[in-house]
């Protein structure tokens, strides 16, 4: 029994797969998703406000006098998070702050790995942060 499929169906059954490949690769890129969402100044109060979130800078303490923490920050140095994550509750929110958002990403990239869930990351960190609180 020899089945003949017009030369057309052929090359649209070629072309719809060829497009079901590109979708399923699109995302193929080797870009790990955020560890946290970026959050406006504006936004972090309102999760300080709502859910009793924790903001944590994780500048080093001598950088707080060019640039000071939001009020009520917890410090805790990138270098030395890790070692002081288990005296954190996994379960609280917390608003991850450095300069200018860059150090607070690794950060909650380090807190995601090590089981924490609600976690945000203050988009342009201290300086967007005090700049914003300016206007």
């Given at each position: ?106 950060a ?19 300086q ?8």
């Amino acid at each position: 029994m020899n089945s003949t499929v017009p030369r057309e169906n052929k090359r649209t059954a070629a072309a719809a797969l060829l497009c079901l490949a590109m979708l399923l690769c699109a995302g193929c890129r080797g870009v790990a998703p955020s560890a946290a969402e970026d959050v406006t100044p504006q936004r972090m109060q309102e999760l300080v406000r709502q859910h009793d979130a924790v903001i944590l800078d994780v500048r080093d303490p001598a950088e707080f006098q060019a640039l000071p923490p939001a009020p009520g920050a917890l410090n805790i140095p990138l270098g030395q998070l890790e070692s002081k994550l288990d005296s954190l509750d996994r379960d609280k929110h917390f608003v991850l702050a450095c300069r200018t958002g860059n150090r607070s990403a690794q950060a909650a990239r380090i807190m995601r790995n090590k089981g924490f869930t609600n976690l945000y990351n203050l988009e342009g960190g201290m300086q967007n942060y005090w700049k914003q609180m300016a206007q």
